[in-house]
């Protein structure tokens, strides 16, 4: 069973002060301690009553990587908040530094309070939000791949940065962006970072390009019905379905009953969970204090970390290069 845990930074406006980096960092080692694959770390740049939010996220997982030394750590990122480039760059450094542990969020839910913030007070329509989230998913992706492993020479006598036969430029020209490439960072440690996507509105192009999924919380048949029906598609589009890990997202309320969560698993309905908290400390305690040590108590935890990368923890393999 894969876990994830993730709470949302943005939520913690008015309690900056209790929930500090410090607290943060804690928490996500005892989750690393426990075994757990990866934290989830959602935000918003929508302002207004957000703009209290103690961090932001990729900022946070950069600091989070330097105290922590196995766990996977993935920052949710906005479509609309960033220019493919920059993010692609952002997250491919992030890797390097982490030592291959990181992903990218990419929700395809859009927070119309976002787009005023970004020259876009009348905001996008959902349409266009999607075939531009998914034009700006492609090109990250493509940026990732831009550099095969031993691309780069550094041969001072030769005069050789790099092989030019393994420098992929991406050149990309679309209908809401234009991206040359490469990126000016090398390959990651792990391939590419993991795509983790959430709030689908397409599954035949999740199916194609995503590593992880997360699903929301639904009962055994309809969860099992998703998940086959995602399978088939990731099938369809040419991939081994065991490439993508489907995660059922599942608020880990106090009454989180564990034998839910042992009941879904083993319905085949999905790959794991993504055990959503709250961004504040009794939440984050009580999960530590209460969830982790009965689901260790059931055996449900890793015992160790199996490899070194994100991508080895979930079994995911390269980065889907050509």
């Known amino acids: 069973m894969h876990l994830a845990v993730s709470f949302n930074i943005a939520s913690a406006a008015g309690q900056a002060a209790e929930l500090d980096f410090s607290r943060i960092a804690a928490?996500?080692?005892?989750?690393?301690?426990?075994?757990?694959?990866?934290?989830?770390?959602?935000?918003?740049?929508?302002?207004?009553?957000q703009a209290s939010s103690p961090f932001e996220a990729t900022t946070?997982?950069?600091?989070?990587?330097?105290?922590?030394?196995?766990?996977?750590?993935?920052?949710?990122?906005?479509?609309?908040?960033?220019?493919?480039y920059n993010l692609a760059r952002r997250f491919a450094s992030l890797d390097i530094i982490s030592h291959g542990r990181?992903?990218?969020?990419?929700?395809?839910?859009?927070?119309?309070?976002?787009a005023a913030n970004f020259s876009r007070p009348e905001g996008i329509?959902?349409?266009?939000?999607?075939?531009?989230?998914?034009?700006?998913?492609?090109?990250?992706?493509?940026?990732?791949?831009?550099?095969?492993?031993?691309?780069?020479?550094?041969?001072?006598?030769?005069?050789?940065?790099?092989?030019?036969?393994?420098?992929?430029?991406?050149?990309?020209?679309?209908?809401?962006?234009?991206?040359?490439?490469?990126?000016?960072i090398a390959r990651s440690p792990q391939d590419t970072p993991v795509l983790v996507m959430s709030g689908l509105l397409d599954r035949d192009f999740a199916a194609r390009v995503a590593d992880v999924i997360l699903i929301e919380e639904q009962s055994l048949e309809s969860a099992k019905a998703a998940y086959d029906d995602l399978r088939r598609r990731t099938l369809a589009a040419g991939r081994n379905p065991?490439?993508?890990?489907?995660?059922?997202?599942?608020a880990a309320a106090p009454e989180l009953a564990v034998?839910?969560?042992e009941a879904q698993f083993g319905s085949k309905g999905c790959d794991g969970f993504n055990?959503?908290?709250?961004?504040?400390?009794?939440?984050?305690?009580?999960?530590?204090?209460?969830?982790?040590?009965?689901?260790?108590?059931?055996?449900?935890?890793?015992?160790?970390?199996?490899?070194?990368?994100?991508?080895?923890?979930?079994?995911?393999?390269?980065?889907?290069?050509?």
């Open 27 to 49: 928490f996500v080692r005892k989750a690393e301690a426990a075994g757990l694959d990866m934290v989830v770390i959602s935000d918003s740049a929508a302002g207004g009553q």
């Open 60 to 84: 946070l997982l950069a600091a989070l990587a330097t105290v922590t030394e196995r766990i996977g750590l993935v920052a949710g990122a906005s479509t609309l908040a960033h220019q493919p």
């Open 102 to 114: 990181v992903g990218w969020n990419a929700t395809m839910v859009q927070d119309p309070r976002e």
């Open 125 to 184: 329509s959902e349409d266009d939000f999607r075939r531009r989230a998914e034009e700006f998913i492609g090109i990250v992706q493509g940026l990732w791949k831009g550099w095969d492993t031993d691309a780069l020479l550094f041969d001072k006598v030769g005069g050789r940065f790099h092989d030019p036969e393994k420098m992929h430029l991406l050149d990309h020209k679309g209908e809401f962006f234009s991206v040359r490439g490469p990126l000016n």
């Open 242 to 250: 065991d490439a993508v890990k489907v995660l059922m997202s599942v």
């Open 259 to 261: 034998d839910s969560l």
């Open 275 to 322: 055990l959503a908290l709250p961004a504040d400390v009794p939440a984050l305690e009580d999960f530590v204090d209460r969830v982790l040590p009965e689901l260790r108590r059931r055996g449900l935890l890793r015992p160790d970390y199996t490899g070194s990368t994100l991508r080895a923890y979930l079994g995911l393999g390269g980065g889907n290069r050509p």
